[in-house]
């Protein structure tokens, strides 16, 4: 298998009928670099900048996030990188930062963009960081956690801010700066048209999206197997940010768990998915899977399977038949 993978490594990432798909890779840290080559992956979907944080014991100052930045474009080269600013709070709480007290539902509480907007100087500072490390080059910017579009221009009035600031006393400045926005609140369902058009970007943060989809919490062991991520109302939900996406030419990625694995993987590529983002080892046994798959054919069956009333608990079975047969 892991011969097969590297032979695999340097060819196309392209499915049986000829669908280019971006398989692209999550990262967080310094370590996750080497993988970059090892893994093939075509660029760096999701990078989790509060690694940094969480694993330090104080904030890291601006320099140090800055180098680490720069490292991360250094080694990607001309391949995109997707930064996400500090999705902190929730379940990834900093022991040297105060929050503002117990939280009784803290993945629905005070965290990532929330926090960041709410403590702006956190915020800039990473922000002039990802700006002078990107001089020269583009820079891709992912706001996690996003509920309502207007959170988008606040970020966005810092990053300008920023720029101006920087611009006036004369630093590099990126070439370009894309901005995007992570769909892991349901709230953005019923402003998918808004959304598209405010951002340059948007990527699916299925881990999250789901929990909130189905009011389960991702990290609960006693409901973790009750529901399925290949149930027709997730996959519903999936088809219409794709379609909205499609409407306003504005290009999806998905960049949670499901990404990774290769019946799910295939999924997305039926539901109309063009780039995804997952764990460097998952790229391998993905590029595998795309080999084999007729894409035309799985969107076909996946819309008609999810187009009418259908009560079934998940599509696994009829996908893992699909997946046999091809
Ligand atoms: C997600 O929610 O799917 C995601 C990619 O972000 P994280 O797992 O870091 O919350
Ligand atoms: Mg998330």
Redesign the pocket.
């Known amino acids: 298998r892991q011969a097969l993978y590297r032979e695999l490594r340097d060819k196309p990432s392209v499915t049986k009928d000829g669908v280019e798909i971006s398989l692209l890779m999550?990262a967080g840290l310094l370590v996750d670099l080497p993988q970059l080559m090892e893994s093939g992956a075509a660029g760096i979907g999701?990078f989790?900048t509060e690694l940094q944080f969480m694993i330090a014991s104080t904030f890291p100052r601006a320099e140090q996030q800055e180098r680490l930045y720069r490292s991360v474009l250094d080694a990607a080269g001309k391949r995109p990188v997707t930064f996400?600013t500090l999705?902190i709070g929730?379940d990834k709480v900093l022991p040297y930062f105060r929050h503002q007290g117990p939280e009784e539902n803290p993945a629905m509480g005070w965290r990532a963009i929330r926090l960041t907007l709410d403590r702006p100087g956190l915020l800039r500072t990473q922000l002039r960081a990802l700006l002078k490390a990107a001089g020269g080059n583009e820079l891709r910017l992912m706001l996690?956690m996003i509920t309502e579009v207007g959170e988008i221009r606040a970020a966005r009035a810092i990053i300008e801010r920023e720029v101006r600031h920087l611009s006036r006393f004369a630093y590099s400045l990126p070439t370009r700066l894309r901005l995007g926005a992570?769909i892991?609140v349901p709230s953005l369902l019923w402003q998918l048209d808004e959304l598209m058009a405010a951002v340059d970007f948007v990527?699916?943060?299925?881990?999250?999206?789901f929990?909130f989809v189905m009011a389960a919490d991702r990290g609960n062991s006693a409901i973790s197997k009750r529901f399925d991520q290949l149930s027709p109302p997730f996959l519903r939900v999936l088809r219409q940010i794709v379609e909205a996406g499609t409407r306003h030419d504005t290009p999806v990625t998905l960049?949670?768990?499901m990404a990774g694995k290769p019946l799910t993987a295939m999924t997305l590529i039926g539901l109309g998915f063009r780039h995804i983002s997952m764990s460097p080892a998952a790229i391998g046994p993905v590029k595998a899977m795309l080999g084999a798959l007729d894409a035309a054919k799985l969107n076909a069956l996946l819309l008609e399977a999810i187009g009418k009333p259908n009560g079934t608990h998940s599509l696994r079975g009829v996908l893992m038949g699909f997946a046999e047969d091809s």
Request: aromatic share 0%; hydrophobic share 20%; proline share 5%.
């Open positions: 999550n999701l989790r996400r999705d929730g996690p992570m892991e990527s699916v943060g299925s881990n999250d999206l929990q960049c949670g768990e």
